[in-house]
């Protein structure tokens, strides 16, 4: 395939064997019961399971392998949110080289003990990754180190590109690709990929509301803090940029809300630990499953590396918005027996009681009355109000936690 980019299918090809010895190549697998409920033959990507949990290993080696023996001497330095970080870490500590990884200030914790894990030097530096770059040049100039650029140059690109390579020669029968979109490194050479093996298939890229450079290119850019920070990226690649718009043939963007509940169905229905960024491609498909109803839809899992803290907090908010875990405020006589008579209502209709902490002694609940905040697991909505109707019989009074001020 003849392309007017620095990056070509050639090149894509050539990364995919250079590093084919020290990457994983990840499956490809089907997944039935997400299929079944979007309307479409969903396969998943699983960058997942790559060496540092993402597919920036790929790029990152690609990148260090084409490095002549003088800058391997002097060192790389990298600026990243996180998964960029571990695959230079990674590889450049396999290879003997020194790597000064900067990342910004609100960079998962877990992202940061994985990168110095590695063997590399970690500085902190601004709020978003774009700050990064000024005080990465800087260290780079100071001390004749590389910068190795997380998506805007020839050797990442054709590295990312390897995914595409993999997905479809592993299921040649898939239509259309889903990628996440930051830079746009993934994206542009999973497009030059993708359109050279299959040129009638579909492209679609994904990025976050807070961050949608490519999908609204002369709108603002909302920014700041985004469960997706893999791709919370304010500046696309120039390199990057003219292969996603002759490549990709349409650029969606998701919420925060649709890329949490993505990382919660991924968790519970194929048990697979997404980043938000590694959701966005599935949470595209979950708000839009006409979109890609009837049709074979690759998506790229493309990270799996998140803080540990928040993964469970988006999935008890997952159980949460499903109905299978209720707050609810109970004010109950006070008297004895009251209180095993609320716990018996609940089990009786099959509720599991989480948490349980009382309110006696506030002023705003009356002198013979007790109220009893409670966290009951149910199997659902429906059951979480025959929960409801069985205190209500007990002549409980009940309010939602979350329906509180």
Known sequence: ???????????????????????????????????????????????????????????????????????????????????????????????????????????????????????????????????????????????????????????????????????????????????PIGGGGLIAGTALAAKALKPEGTVVGVQSAAYPTLARPSGPIPGGTTLAEGIAVRTPGALTRPIVEALVDEVLVVDDRAVEQAIAVLAETVNVVAEGAGAAGLAAVMAAPGRFAGRTVGVVVCGGNIDNRLLSSVLLRGLITDGRMVGLRVRIEDRPGALAALVGAVARVGGNIVEVAHRRLHLDVPVKSVEVDIEIETRGTAHAEAVIGALEEIGAACQRLDELD
């Open 1 to 179: 395939m003849t392309t007017p980019f620095a990056v070509t299918f050639a090149h894509v090809e050539a990364a995919a064997a250079r590093i084919r010895d020290a990457v994983i190549r990840t499956p490809t697998v089907p997944a039935p019961a997400l299929s079944a409920r979007l309307g479409c033959d969903l396969r998943l990507k699983l960058e997942t399971l790559q060496v540092t949990g993402s597919f920036k290993a790929r790029g990152a080696l690609n990148k260090l392998l084409a490095l002549p023996p003088e800058a391997r001497a002097r060192g790389v330095v990298a600026m990243s949110a996180g998964n960029h970080a571990q695959g230079v870490a990674y590889h450049a500590g396999r290879l003997g080289i020194r790597a000064v990884i900067v990342m910004p200030e609100g960079t998962p914790f877990t992202k940061i003990a994985a990168t110095e894990s590695y063997g590399a030097i970690v500085e902190l530096f601004g709020r978003e990754i774009d700050a990064c770059r000024a005080h990465a040049d800087a260290i780079a100039a100071r001390h004749g180190m590389t910068v190795i650029h997380p998506y805007d140059d020839p050797a990442i690109i054709a590295g990312q590109g390897s995914v595409g390579l993999e997905m479809l020669a592993d299921a040649p029968e898939i239509e259309v690709v889903v990628v």
